[in-house]
Nanobody, 123 residues
Framework: QVQLVESGGGLVQDGGSLRLSCAAS????????MGWFRQAPGKEHEFVAA????????YYTDSVKGRFTISRDNAKNTVYLQMNSLNPEDTAVYYC????????????????WGQGTQVTVSS
């Protein structure tokens, strides 16, 4: 069982930055690939970024490439999402998710999900 708790969301102006954190419980964090998703009002969960269990591989959706960076610290059981050059289209609830072994781009194919943290970008 893995429990995930996101933090770091908030209100930021257009062009600003935020760093999200996702703290995981359990001793097997280093065996899970991790993903970040977001959900805007009235929309489905959208894949944002993912990182392999070792941290050696990452993947981003096109709209965040060059602006967002996913990373992890397995010693701290934490995954991060550094978000730069934010714009109002990035406004959403951001969720982290854990999946055994390999990351995928589909929300429902992850094994564990956090409760989310709100990110609001004002214009």
């Amino acid at each position: 069982q893995v429990q995930l708790v996101e933090s770091g969301g908030g209100l930021v102006q257009d062009g600003g930055s935020l760093r999200l954190s996702c703290a995981a419980s359990g001793r097997t964090f280093s065996t899970y690939a991790m993903g970040w998703f977001r959900q805007a009002p009235g929309k489905e969960h959208e894949f944002v970024a993912a990182i392999s269990a070792s941290g050696g591989s990452t993947y981003y959706t096109d709209s965040v490439k060059g602006r967002f960076t996913i990373s992890r610290d397995n010693a701290k059981n934490t995954v991060y999402l550094q978000m730069n050059s934010l714009n109002p289209e990035d406004t959403a609830v951001y969720y982290c998710a854990a999946r055994d072994r390999f990351y995928v781009l589909v929300w429902s194919q992850y094994n564990y999900w956090g409760q989310g943290t709100q990110v609001t970008v004002s214009s």
